[in-house]
């Protein structure tokens, strides 16, 4: 690692933590989990798909990371990634504090823009699908959570990529671990919150704490990066 050495795993898991607490996905999340529970209104199966939806998730984004990983590490752009991936954390983190002052107010970090709608209207076609064979639903479940990431990239991708920057400047084989150890903390908080949507409580309950923490949650994540972007630029200066 570039002059990160010591600090790479408890940086690895504050970004991993962190960026599982973004609005964004909580947002997503609790919307598929309240349209899961009020489609298959059954909460094993409810249960299911949220399981499903959160493996999709940890799969495509471990692809992505290890895409990342292969290209910087077999082309060389190691230092050159570093560089860029250290401003964008200092601007995203800029960005994600402002939010918890004047949150949506100018430019912000979200989900491509008219994606939600692009999710709604998906859904609603997996419950089509759901009527003819609740398997179809499973399997459309699992490319919604495809299409998810994707979308959510922009709101999300900030603490990824300063992390992937720092990673494909090491050990390729050392970065692949912690990569995976990345993404399984990126999604201990979908647990959380399909296990609690299992066992009862009212999906409006859980969104209506996501929107009371947001800003709260946007000051942290910028914080941290803004944080992290300054310390990967004194490594190297």
């Not at 209506?208 to 946007?218: E, F, L, V």
Request: proline content about 3%.
């Amino acid at each position: 690692m570039i002059g990160l050495d010591g600090l790479t795993l408890p940086v690895v898991i504050g970004a991993a933590l962190l960026d599982s607490i973004n609005p964004c996905v909580f947002g997503v999340l609790i919307f598929l989990i309240a349209f899961m529970t009020k489609m298959f209104k059954n909460p094993h199966k409810m249960l299911l798909g949220g399981l499903l939806y959160t493996a999709v998730v940890y799969v495509t984004y471990l692809l992505i990371g290890i895409g990342f990983l292969t290209f910087t590490v077999s082309f060389g752009f190691s230092a050159a990634i570093y560089w860029i991936a250290a401003i964008i954390a200092i601007l995203a983190g800029l960005l994600e504090m402002k939010d918890f002052f004047w949150y949506g107010k100018g430019l912000s970090l979200k989900m491509i823009p008219g994606a939600d709608q692009r999710i709604k209207l998906y859904t609603q076609k997996i419950e089509k699908l759901h009527r003819k064979d609740s398997w179809f639903s499973y399997g459309a479940a699992a490319l919604l959570g495809v299409f998810v990431v994707l979308v959510e990239l922009p709101c999300t991708g900030a603490p990824y990529l300063a992390i992937l920057a720092i990673l494909g400047a090491g050990n390729y084989a050392q970065g692949l671990s912690l990569l995976l150890l990345y993404n399984f903390i990126f999604i201990l908080p979908l647990f959380v919150i399909i296990g609690v949507a299992y066992f009862g409580k009212s999906s409006t309950v859980l969104e209506a704490w996501r929107m009371k923490h947001r800003g709260a949650m946007r000051l942290a994540v910028g914080i941290f990066l803004i944080a992290l972007g300054a310390l990967m630029i004194y490594t190297v200066w």
